[in-house]
C-alpha cells in the first residue's frame, strides 16, 4: 500500500471473511472493530457490508483511522460520507485524507475533519 495513492484508483473493497482473513481474526472480531470503529464499511453489491482494502496496513488496521472516523462522525458524517471524504482530493492537505494518513499526517487530517462540522 505504501507508495500509492488511494484516491487515484477505484476503491477496492473486501467482505468481512476477506478483511477477517487479511488480518488473522475472525468475522466476528472485525464485526466488534466495526462496532470500536477501528473500520467503517459500506453496503455495496447487493447490500453485501464492506470495508476498503487501503483501510489495511501491515496486516492490521490502520491505526490512524480510528480516531479520524470519531472525529468524522462527531462532525455529522456517515460511515458512506467519512470513506467518500477519506479517498477523495482534500485541497487543504493536497492530497486525499487518506493518503495523508498513510503518509503520518494524522493530526493535519483530523484537524481539517474538525472544520467540516
Known amino acids: 500500500m505504501t507508495g500509492e495513492n488511494p484516491a487515484s484508483a477505484p476503491i477496492q473493497w473486501l467482505s468481512l471473511p476477506e ?19 477501528q473500520f ?3 453496503r455495496r453489491d447487493g447490500g453485501v457490508l464492506r470495508i476498503p482494502a487501503a483501510f489495511i496496513a501491515d496486516g492490521r488496521p490502520l491505526s490512524s483511522l480510528r480516531g479520524t472516523l470519531f472525529v468524522l462522525h462527531d ?9 467518500d471524504w477519506l479517498f477523495a482530493d482534500e485541497e487543504t492537505i493536497g492530497m486525499s ?21
Not at 477477517?20 to 470503529?37: F, Q, S, W
Not at 493530526?107 to 462540522?117: G, I, K, M, Y
Open 19 to 37: 478483511v477477517a482473513a487479511a488480518i488473522g481474526e475472525t468475522v466476528g472480531r472485525v464485526r466488534r472493530m466495526l462496532d470500536d470503529r
Open 97 to 117: 485524507p487518506l493518503s495523508a494518513l498513510l503518509a503520518g499526517r494524522k493530526s493535519e487530517v483530523r484537524r481539517v475533519a474538525q472544520t467540516l462540522a
Open 40 to 42: 467503517v464499511a459500506s
Open 75 to 83: 462532525a455529522g458524517f456517515s460511515d458512506d460520507e467519512a470513506i
